[in-house]
């Protein structure tokens, strides 16, 4: 089945600096490759998607390309806001012939002003 | 598109009980996932409607563990005789599509507590 290793945090940083959260994934076949962002109080929702390799997927501000040789999908803002403080998930889909996500354990990051 | 919602967002019940969740997709999503978050870590994946049909389950969706899908509308999750450790956040996920590539909706979840 898929797995994911995900950046183990928390991760603490000041307003403005640049943020990488690595990811990388076993997954059957080719997968689809997600993250998706869960705010304090509120529900999970994407953040980004990529389903191809070398594609690129980008929201606000974040970015994290499909490397399909490395099999791995770090995501990276380059200057990170009080706002963006989250729990920050990767998740492949893929190895059915639907869109099953796999979760990574998540990554606390705090954005401090 | 009101999005996904799930009722109700929190339950407090004793061991041994039975407990029943509700999940109203997204308006004419052919796709419906339930998964399950405990503390600390990311959702993992229970099961797995298309339309009406239940076609898959995970190895953690024991004997305890139904959900149906009737007329691919709503789904309901119950769980008999519930245990201390099926405490956790149940999530519900919706999307439209045949491949691998949609995007999955979440509804807020219900908090489940087994005292």
């Known amino acids: 089945g898929n797995s994911v290793t995900q950046m183990e945090g928390p991760v603490t940083l000041s307003e403005e600096a640049f943020l990488t959260i690595n990811c990388t994934y076993t997954?059957?076949?080719?997968?689809?490759l997600f993250w998706y962002v869960q705010y304090p109080g509120e529900g999970l929702q994407l953040l980004l998607k990529a389903t191809k390799a070398d594609d690129k997927g980008s929201n606000k501000g974040f970015e994290a390309t499909y490397r399909k040789e490395t099999t791995s999908f770090h995501l990276e803002k380059g200057s990170v806001q009080v706002s963006d403080s989250a729990v920050y998930f990767c998740a492949p889909a893929g190895g059915t012939s639907y869109g099953k996500l796999t979760f990574g354990q998540g990554t606390i990051l705090t954005v401090h002003p | 598109d009101t999005g996904v919602s799930q009722d109700p967002r929190h339950k407090i019940t004793k061991r041994g009980q039975n407990v029943t969740f509700r999940c109203d997709p997204i308006s004419e999503h052919n796709r419906l996932y339930w998964y399950r978050q405990t503390l600390g870590q990311g959702p993992e994946f229970l099961t797995y409607?298309?339309?009406?049909?239940?076609?898959?389950k995970s190895r953690l969706l024991s004997d305890r563990f139904s959900a149906e899908r009737p007329k691919g509308s709503f789904s309901t999750l119950e769980i008999q005789r519930t245990e201390q450790g099926d405490s956790a956040m149940y999530l519900c996920?919706?999307?439209?599509?045949?491949?691998?590539?949609?995007?999955?909706?979440f509804g807020p979840g219900t908090r489940l507590l087994v005292l």
């Open positions: 996920a919706s999307s439209l599509g045949t491949g691998l590539s949609e995007t999955q909706y």
């Open positions: 997954a059957t076949g080719y997968p689809s």
């Open positions: 409607f298309q339309n009406e049909a239940q076609l898959e």
